[in-house]
């Protein structure tokens, strides 16, 4: 969570399903769905806690965000 974060996208590099939540603690095949190889989230005015998983819990994803300067 960041109160000067502007904007995030969130993508997925891993082999792997990914699962994203917002403000509360992420579940399989529940929030956002991350599909493998370049699955992507984008929230603008986002200033909230984002969380993740998958099944074997250590996937990569990649995290560009915009913030106020």
Known sequence: ???LRLSVVIV???????????????SMNRGV???????????E??????YGICVSGSKIVTVCATFIS
Do not use: F, K, Q
């Open 45 to 50: 005015h986002s200033t909230e806690e984002i």
């Open 12 to 26: 997925n590099d891993s082999d792997e399903v990914i699962y994203l939540a917002v403000e509360d603690s992420a």
């Open 1 to 3: 969570a960041n109160v």
């Open 33 to 43: 769905r991350l599909n493998p190889n370049g699955g992507s989230y984008t929230e």
